[in-house]
């Protein structure tokens, strides 16, 4: 076992006995409902004991008709974290940027490959990005676009001026696009260094399924899918995955339901003596001193938030009702009101 990777920390989900509020799933899609039966169908015509052609066609189709590329612009794959290795792995050899505070696995998977991983302040913004990419010759930058655990999101004028000034590949991870309502996607056939993830687990709320994808032009899709090699996501899932783009109403309803439910619970939050991070995602970042102590005096009311450090914590925007309860509990234990 190698050294530097002994310790680790091993992720251990909450109890399914408690309300899950830290990993930022969509509680308001009605997938019971729609795929009532729905699935049974589909299993019928899947030769189970057979590895198929593992092209996924209608499911690659029809996300390419949904984010408006060219199928030949879009690789599939078991949850878009999935692709993180591989484009670690293979579009680098010696040193990742990413910014300090982002996406836990970007520094996991550069750590496992050896990489240099470089931060830079996320206060310093994109020029500080930039900045940070030019002066270490970085050969792949990552960010979470909006942040994640943060929720804050940069404009496509600074993400342009990214692409525009640096030379390397630049990984922009969309798991929340729908929430910020702003993608780059349509940036990917002018800058052929740009990769943009998406994924159903999110808006789509089809966190179980592991359904994401990498968009990019059609060599690097080419290059990364032989890299990668076949059979990486269920053809059953695959399926699935395409008959849920059909419903895109219902995801868009949901969407908006969750920033309601979000910008309700900002303001309560904002009554207190905490600091709130305006969020463009499905969850909320609070500093608040002594946040462990808080969160482990919610997994005592039986719900579970998302700790970052000392002084953060991250909420998933669950329902009215789910989010009532959580008001109801944290409002024994945040500071004094203003």
């Not at 699935?39 to 499911?59: C, M, N, V």
């Not at 010696?94 to 996991?108: A, H, K, P």
């Not at 439910?261 to 909320?284: D, H, I, W």
């Not at 909420?315 to 009702?321: D, K, L, M, S």
């Amino acid at each position: 076992m190698r050294a530097d990777l002994q310790g680790s920390p091993l992720y251990k989900p909450p109890s399914s006995q408690h309300l899950n509020l830290a990993l930022n799933e969509n509680f308001y899609m009605p997938w019971h409902e729609v795929l009532a039966g729905k699935i049974d169908e589909i299993a019928k015509d899947i030769p189970f004991h057979q590895y198929g052609t593992s092209s996924y066609e209608q499911l690659i189709a029809r996300f390419a008709n949904y984010v408006g590329v060219t199928p030949e612009e879009v690789l599939p794959a078991s949850g878009s974290d999935s692709l993180i290795p591989y484009l670690i792995g293979a579009l680098s050899a010696r040193t990742v940027v990413t910014f300090d505070v982002d996406f836990f696995r970007y520094g996991q998977f550069a750590k496992f490959f050896q990489r240099e991983h470089v931060k830079a302040p996320i206060a310093d913004g994109i020029d500080g990005l930039i900045e940070t990419a030019n002066a270490h010759q970085a050969e792949l930058i990552l960010l979470s676009n909006p942040n994640n655990p943060l929720g804050i999101a940069w404009g496509q004028g600074a993400l342009i001026e990214l692409l525009e000034e640096v030379t390397c590949y630049v990984v922009i991870d969309e798991a929340y696009a729908e929430y910020h309502g702003e993608s780059v996607v349509n940036l990917i056939s002018k800058y052929p260094k740009l990769i943009v993830l998406r994924t159903l687990s999110k808006s789509w709320g089809l966190a179980r399924l592991r359904v994401g994808f990498m968009l990019a032009n059609p060599a690097l899709i080419q290059f990364i899918s032989a890299v990668r090699g076949p059979f990486t996501l269920s053809d059953l899932n695959a399926r699935i995955g395409a008959h849920v783009l059909a419903h895109e109403d219902l995801m868009r309803e949901a969407v908006q339901k969750t920033i309601q439910t979000r910008e309700q619970f900002s303001a309560f939050l904002q009554t207190y003596q905490v600091k709130v991070y305006p969020s463009t995602a499905n969850f909320v970042y609070v500093e608040v001193a002594d946040a462990r102590a808080i969160a482990a005096r919610l997994l005592e009311d039986g719900m579970a938030v998302a700790v970052f450090g000392e002084n953060g914590l991250r909420v998933t925007i669950g329902t009215e009702a789910q989010m009532t309860r959580l008001e109801d509990s944290l409002a024994k234990y945040l500071p004094s009101k203003k």
